[in-house]
């Protein structure tokens, strides 16, 4: 089945600009989330979406940084007044997000290919 | 505390021969999973194999094992017979279980493979 698709590939934008970075999660996967990734760096998480409630936000670095998910599926990461530190991969993940599996911690996530940002 | 430490930042392998990559970890929770990343150069995240706190066995998957040591807290990935494709940065992850949201990145291994 289809995997996890993020658009746009690629985003050069220019500083004070906003932007918007898609993702399209697996169909029926409840959980959703972002994550960006700085050249040679690891993951640092965003923020997650699980069915319908609250997300949790705790890893947005700063308030011009949002997201939301609308009717559980499609998510949109915006980023306004964007900054040259803004400049990353942002990668969107979901996974199932079944009760048993995020009991056991045994939930899997699967990738999109990512949104380069590039602010200039 | 770091959640998850990887203390390799580079290793380099000959083609065939086998490779442990370390991960440690740190978690209170007796639920939780552990996963493993593979990055290649094209940056997409490919989810390679996972192990779960309560599971007896070591996971397997085809040329993937994950040496999982409880009492260590630690999960090592096993690459056997090394393929130049395996050349990539591989992270290492956690999830835990009731309680938590995210998953915890370890910084990454850089895997070369030289022919």
């Given at each position: ?7 746009p590939?690629n985003?050069?934008t220019e500083?004070?600009k906003?932007?918007e ?10 959980a959703l989330y972002w ?5 040679g760096?690891g993951?640092?998480f965003?923020?997650y979406?699980?069915?319908?409630s609250?997300?949790?936000k705790?890893?947005l670095?700063s ?6 998910r ?5 998510s949109t990461?915006?980023?306004q007044?964007t900054?040259?530190e803004d400049s ?5 993940a979901?996974?199932p997000g ?6 056991y ?14 602010v200039l | 505390?770091?959640?998850i430490?990887q203390?390799?930042p ?14 440690t ?5 007796p ?6 990343y ?7 995240m490919?989810?390679l194999?996972?192990?779960?706190s309560y599971d007896?066995?070591n996971?397997t998957?085809?040329?993937y094992?994950?040496n999982f040591q409880k ?10 017979a090394s ?12 999830r ?9 990145f370890?910084?990454?291994t850089s895997l070369t493979?030289?022919?």
């Open positions: 089945g289809a995997g996890v698709s993020q658009s590939s985003k050069v500083k004070g906003d932007v970075l898609r993702c399209d999660p697996i169909s029926g996967h409840t994550y960006r990734q700085s050249l760096q993951l640092e965003l923020i979406f699980q069915g319908n609250a997300p949790d705790s890893g670095p308030d011009r940084f949002s997201a939301e609308t009717g559980g599926s499609v990461l915006t980023i007044r900054q040259q990353a991969v942002y990668l969107c979901s996974s079944t009760v048993q599996e995020s009991y911690g045994t939930d899997t996530q699967y990738f999109g290919p990512g949104t380069r940002l590039t | 505390a770091q959640k430490t203390t390799q580079g290793m380099f392998v000959q083609e065939k021969e086998a490779v442990t990559l370390d991960c970890y740190d978690t209170s929770d639920s939780y999973g552990l996963f493993w593979k990055q290649p150069s094209s940056g997409e490919i989810f194999i996972y192990q779960g007896q066995q996971a998957e085809g040329r094992s994950l009492a260590r807290k630690s999960a090592n990935l096993v690459i056997s393929q130049l494709g395996d050349s990539a940065m591989y992270f290492c992850a956690m835990e279980g009731p309680t938590g949201n995210q998953f915890y370890g910084t990454g493979v030289i022919p």
